[in-house]
T-cell receptor, first 114, second 114 residues
Framework: AQSVTQPDIHITVSEGASLELRCNYS??????LFWYVQSPGQGLQLLLK??????LVQGIKGFEAEFKRSQSSFNLRKPSVHWSDAAEYFCAVGAREYGNKLVFGAGTILRVKS | DTGVSQNPRHKITKRGQNVTFRCDPISEHNRLYWYRQTLGQGPEFLTYFQNEAQLEKSRLLSDRFSAERPKGSFSTLEIQRTEQGDSAMYLC????????????FGPGTRLTVL
C-alpha cells in the first residue's frame, strides 16, 4: 500500500535559522513527489515537485528538496526561515499507474519564533 | 481569476440533511479530483474524473456520497443523510492530463455537521 510518513508533527525554528522537514514514502511505482503548504483555513499551494532527472529540485519561496531513492525520502529544506513561512507543510506522492491521485502525509506544522 | 474555485466556502448543516458542493476547475484541465481533509490530517483521496468519466472512487466514498462532472467542466459532490463524521474540509483539485499531472487545489469547502 502507498503511504507517506512525516515523522515531525510540529517543528519550531527561529527566524533566520535553517529548516529541514522530513518525508519518507512507501510506493509500489515510480513516484512523483510533491511538497505543498497550507495556511490556516486555506487550500494547498504547491512549493515544488520532483518527476525525474536532477534529484535536487528548487521551488518557490526559497525552498528546495532532495529525492533520495535509496532512503525513500524527499526532505524539504530552506536555508533561512522567515516568519511568513509559518504554516502546515504536506508531502505527497503520486504515480501515473495509480491515476496520479495523491497520497499525503499527515503534515508538519512549522512555527517560527522571532 | 483562473484558479480552481469551490462553493460554498463554508457549510453548516444538521445531521441527516443533504448537502452539495461545487468545484469549478481551471478551464483547460481535463482531470478533476476530490479530497477530504479532517483536522490534523493530510488530505485523503475520494474520487477523480477524466473529462466527464468518473475513473476511480475510494472506499472512503460510501454510498451516501455521489460525485458528478456532467459536461466535463464543473463537478458536484453530494452527501446524503449527513453524519457528524462527515465534518471535514472538502478539497477539489484539477490538472491537465500530460506529463506530471500537477494538481492545482481550490480553497476548499468546510463542512460542519451538527
Amino acid at each position: 500500500a502507498q503511504s507517506v510518513t512525516q515523522p515531525d508533527i510540529h517543528i519550531t525554528v527561529s527566524e533566520g535559522a535553517s529548516l529541514e522537514l522530513r518525508c519518507n514514502y512507501s510506493y509500489g511505482a515510480t513516484p512523483y513527489l510533491f511538497w505543498y503548504v497550507q495556511s490556516p483555513g486555506q487550500g494547498l499551494q504547491l512549493l515544488l515537485k520532483y518527476f525525474s532527472g536532477d534529484t535536487l529540485v528548487q521551488g518557490i519561496k526559497g525552498f528546495e528538496a532532495e529525492f533520495k531513492r535509496s532512503q525513500s525520502s524527499f526532505n524539504l529544506r530552506k536555508p533561512s526561515v522567515h516568519w511568513s513561512d509559518a504554516a502546515e507543510y504536506f508531502c505527497a506522492v503520486g504515480a501515473r499507474e495509480y491515476g496520479n491521485k495523491l497520497v499525503f502525509g499527515a503534515g508538519t506544522i512549522l512555527r517560527v519564533k522571532s | 481569476d483562473t484558479g480552481v474555485s469551490q462553493n460554498p466556502r463554508h457549510k453548516i448543516t444538521k445531521r441527516g440533511q443533504n448537502v452539495t458542493f461545487r468545484c469549478d476547475p481551471i478551464s483547460e484541465h481535463n482531470r478533476l479530483y476530490w479530497y477530504r481533509q479532517t483536522l490534523g490530517q493530510g488530505p485523503e483521496f475520494l474520487t477523480y474524473f477524466q473529462n466527464e468519466a468518473q475513473l476511480e472512487k475510494s472506499r472512503l466514498l460510501s454510498d451516501r456520497f455521489s460525485a458528478e462532472r456532467p459536461k466535463g467542466s464543473f463537478s458536484t459532490l453530494e452527501i446524503q443523510r449527513t453524519e457528524q463524521g462527515d465534518s471535514a474540509m472538502y478539497l477539489c483539485a484539477s490538472s491537465y492530463l500530460s506529463g506530471s499531472n500537477e494538481q492545482f487545489f481550490g480553497p476548499g469547502t468546510r463542512l460542519t455537521v451538527l
